[in-house]
């Protein structure tokens, strides 16, 4: 009797246990299917989450929940910030413009306030030994501050050199601030890189600290922006980590990419970008002086007129992809872009296919082996229908391409830290220098050329005869694009 007793309570709790767990799945599709989100993507949780009830709600909770519309900072500190960053209402756009670069400006004046800077100094760089030395000149130059992020910090002897340049910087009384983001540095965490730092006057933080179980739902938002602010006068915006690979190659023969510094008044986003990060991660908003002087130096293009757009998860309409949809559709001579990673979204995709169907000459280059076998395979399972659409495509074969940059007709051109994938564009906190300067673009074409010469061009008959494993691989990985 008390044996029956028993098996009928642990039946009963379950069941109990059965349709509380069935309840709860039930209640997170409704909360997929309210969110209103892309259909394949709510579709394929939604899926998950029938097919898969454990998992699935693990993996939702871990990659799935959405931060859309949510502040970085409240209105009156924005306002703040504005403010003290000299924003005006967008000009009457001089008309030497193009049609097309004056509606580009307005789009990212009206989707993310990114003022319109002109009178800024340029130089772009295009491999890692110059532009660090250049970076660090500007670093021991400092006297105010230096407000510095960066995705990836590594614990290398490049990290190190930074490391004790800040530091020195900071016992000579020159406030010194770091943002690293906690996954992408988690090396250089966990041997206590970043506490030496803070030893010595470093404030250092991370963005997005997860612990487990409370924060890890953070895990898919990553902070990927490698920014820094010296004094308000210069600043440095592009796709290079800190880690000796960007100097040595490590390993990939090359490890290719692309940063430009600016001095001059454009600074001033620079600097509100960080002080907005800075609060989001809960601390006191920085008002900074930002002088925005010209100090320029050798082999700057001088009077560049410039945007930065920042995105972000957070963000209402998407600001970077909206932004290269309307850069690729309005092009009228060429779309030239160069990405370690080609996962482009349906709406890009289209963009791409149909310039290049109107005869605009559109080129793509990748890296044929990049830092990542899965994101490889995904990103080559593209390459089919952008030779059908007549887009040239161009594997790298110097090393690891891992720039990430746009080239539109010969006016137009944008760099930063925003690769052409899904993470870039949904999921990562991305920045990007919007350039309108015929001189800066032909600058960056340049260095397109001169990276085709070590690249091969693929031509459609030599690419359906690759494996039929290869063929597979690539179609399963694509699979996954979403939420690599």
């Known amino acids: 009797m008390h044996e029956l007793f028993i098996s009928i309570t642990w039946n009963g709790l379950w069941w109990s246990l059965t349709v509380g767990y069935a309840v709860l799945i039930l209640c997170v ?37 959405s931060i859309r519309n949510v502040r970085m900072i409240s209105r009156r500190n924005r306002r703040k910030l504005l403010r003290h960053e000299g924003t005006q209402p967008l ?93 992408g540095s988690f090396d250089a965490r966990r041997r206590d890189f970043f506490q030496r730092m803070k030893e010595n006057g470093v404030e250092v933080h ?74 989001f991660m809960g601390h006191d908003l920085l008002c900074d002086p930002v002088g925005g002087e010209v100090r320029g130096i050798g082999g700057d293009v001088s009077n560049v007129t410039l945007q930065v757009l920042a995105s972000g998860p957070n963000d209402r309409w998407g600001n970077m992809l909206l932004l290269f949809y309307k850069a690729i559709s309005t092009a009228r001579r060429r779309v030239w872009l160069q990405t370690p ?17 109107a005869g605009v000459d559109v080129r793509v280059m990748m890296p044929r082996r990049s830092d990542s076998r899965i994101l490889t395979y995904a990103s080559h399972s593209y390459v089919e229908e952008c030779l059908v659409a007549g887009i040239k495509v161009y594997f790298y074969d110097a090393g690891m391409l891992h720039a990430k940059v746009l080239i539109v007709d010969d006016d137009f051109s944008t760099l930063g830290s925003t690769n052409f994938d899904f993470r870039s564009l949904e999921h990562n906190f991305e920045e990007n220098l919007l350039m309108y300067s015929p001189e800066t673009n032909a600058i960056l074409a340049r260095s397109f050329e001169n990276d085709a010469k070590e690249s091969t061009r693929l031509k459609i008959s030599d690419w359906n005869r690759r494996e039929r494993k290869r063929k597979i691989q690539e179609s399963v990985y694509r699979l996954l694009s979403p939420i690599l």
């Open 91 to 183: 000009p009457k756009l001089d008309r030497r413009l193009s049609v097309e670069n004056r509606q580009r400006i307005r789009l990212a004046y009206s989707i993310g306030g990114a003022n319109l800077y002109t009178g800024n100094d340029v130089r772009i760089f295009d491999e890692g030994e110059s532009h660090f030395e250049a970076l660090f000149e500007d670093l021991r130059k400092a006297r105010e501050y230096i407000n510095l992020q960066f995705y990836i910090i590594a614990c290398d002897s490049l990290g190190r050199r930074l490391r004790d340049i800040l530091i020195e910087r900071a016992r000579a009384g020159v406030k010194v601030r770091v943002i690293y983001d906690y996954i």
């Open 206 to 279: 991370s963005f997005f600290r997860l612990s487990f179980p409370s924060h890890v739902n953070r895990l898919n938002w990553r902070n990927h922006r490698k920014v820094v602010v010296i004094d308000g006068n210069v600043g440095y915006i592009g796709g290079m980590n800190v880690a000796e690979r960007y100097v040595t190659g490590g390993g990939f023969g090359k490890w290719r990419d692309s940063v430009a510094r600016i001095s001059g008044p454009c600074v001033a986003a620079l600097q509100y970008h960080f002080a907005v990060d800075w609060k």
């Open 341 to 357: 990673y080609f996962l482009p979204s349906e709406a890009l995709m289209k963009a791409l296919e149909s310039a290049a169907l």
């Open 29 to 65: 599709i409704a909360i997929v299917i309210s969110e209103n989100r892309n259909p394949l993507k709510a579709l394929g949780w939604v899926t998950a989450l029938l097919l898969f009830p454990v998992g699935g709600i693990i993996l939702y909770f871990v990659f799935g929940r």
